[in-house]
T-cell receptor, first 113, second 112 residues
Framework: GDSVTQMEGPVTLSEEAFLTINCTYT??????LFWYVQYPGEGLQLLLK?????DKGSNKGFEATYRKETTSFHLEKGSVQVSDSAVYFC????????????FGQGTELSVKP | NAGVTQTPKFQVLKTGQSMTLQCAQD?????MYWYRQDPGMGLRLIYY???????DKGEVPNGYNVSRLNKREFSLRLESAAPSQTSVYFC???????????FGPGTRLTVT
């Protein structure tokens, strides 16, 4: 069945370091792919999306490219800030159950000054 | 636009009590969803409504009921709360299925 696998956390970085969070997927067809971010005590916010192969989603300095050949959608940021500390989820919609989102397990990022 | 709103933000119930969690969206979305988030279990779909007038079970529907009151509102009811229903509940909406979903701030429910 469809699934999403994320790199395990937690990840601790110093401010201005480069960030990569790996995400690979198994899917029927070619669904859209999403990255969500959850700040402490808050709901999930859509960070970026890509709707087809080779698309690059970007927002707030974060980027991810939809790679069909490697079934990956890795999240990157060139220079992280303390305010980026949060949990990041990779997700894809299922073509049943009304587009239910399948989430990765989440990667907790902590950025130290 | 307020996006997706949920009430209440926090709730404590005793075992056997009932309550309704409210969700509303002002984005004219067709589809709405209820998830619960538990440590180590990630987010799991409870119920969803693909369009006004329809509701369907997700992966963990037992102990819950839903009502799609109109296009804007989708409520989740616990008829007889159990400690296993202690969780954070999120409502979400999307233009339609398979599109990105937008989440509310969540309701933190504790059942003692």
């Amino acid at each position: 069945g469809d699934s999403v696998t994320q790199m395990e956390g937690p990840v601790t970085l110093s401010e201005e370091a480069f960030l990569t969070i790996n995400c690979t997927y198994t899917a029927t067809g070619y669904p859209s792919l999403f990255w969500y971010v959850q700040y402490p005590g808050e709901g999930l916010q859509l960070l970026l999306k890509a709707t087809k192969a080779d698309d690059k989603g970007s927002n707030k300095g974060f980027e991810a490219t939809y790679r069909k050949e490697t079934t990956s959608f890795h999240l990157e940021k060139g220079s992280v800030q303390v305010s980026d500390s949060a949990v990041y989820f990779c997700a894809l919609p299922l073509y049943n159950q009304g587009g239910k989102l399948i989430f990765g397990q989440g990667t907790e990022l902590s950025v130290k000054p | 636009n307020a996006g997706v709103t949920q009430t209440p933000k926090f709730q404590v119930l005793k075992t056997g009590q009932s309550m309704t969690l409210q969700c509303a969206q002002d984005m004219n979305h067709n589809s709405m969803y209820w998830y619960r988030q538990d440590p180590g279990m990630g987010l799991r779909l409870i119920y969803y409504s693909a369009s006004e007038g329809t509701t369907d079970k997700g992966e963990v529907p037992n102990g819950y009921n839903v009502s799609r009151l109109n296009k804007r509102e989708f409520s989740l009811r616990l008829e007889s709360a159990a400690p296993s229903q202690t969780s954070v509940y999120f409502c979400a909406s999307s233009v339609r299925g398979y599109y990105e979903q937008y989440f509310g701030p969540g309701t933190r429910l504790t059942v003692t």
